[in-house]
Nanobody, 115 residues
Framework: QVQLVESGGGLVQPGGSLRLSCAAS????????MGWYRQVLGKERELVAT???????NYADSVKGRFTISRENAKNTVYLQMNSLKPEDTGVYYC?????????WGQGTQVTVSS
């Protein structure tokens, strides 16, 4: 069984920074890809950033230049450094792991950007 444990969410003022972490545990080898998605109440979950096993990254246009995704393969951990946060970044952030044909999700961590 694979488990994803997220941490690092919270309340931050516009322009501030947060760092999210997600540690994967269980019967896994190096995941094909890990990433972050976010969801606002009433809207569909949307991609924020992903990073593949080889290190290639993909970002939503809305976060390019402000967010950085990274990973530690040895720890099966993925990070999301979020800078210059905006109110529209508010939402529940979910960690995602792709392992072969299977996809796993974390429980989500709330990020609120507000003054």
């Amino acid at each position: 069984q694979v488990q994803l444990v997220e941490s690092g969410g919270g309340l931050v003022q516009p322009g501030g920074s947060l760092r999210l972490s997600c540690a994967a545990s269980g019967s896994i080898f190096t995941p094909n890809a890990m990433g972050w998605y976010r969801q606002v109440l009433g809207k569909e979950r949307e991609l924020v950033a992903t990073i593949r096993k080889g290190g290639s990254t993909n970002y939503a246009d809305s976060v390019k230049g402000r967010f950085t995704i990274s990973r530690e393969n040895a720890k099966n951990t993925v990070y999301l450094q979020m800078n210059s946060l905006k109110p529209e970044d508010t939402g529940v952030y979910y960690c995602n792991l792709v392992l072969g044909l299977l996809t796993y999700w974390g429980q989500g961590t709330q990020v609120t950007v507000s003054s």
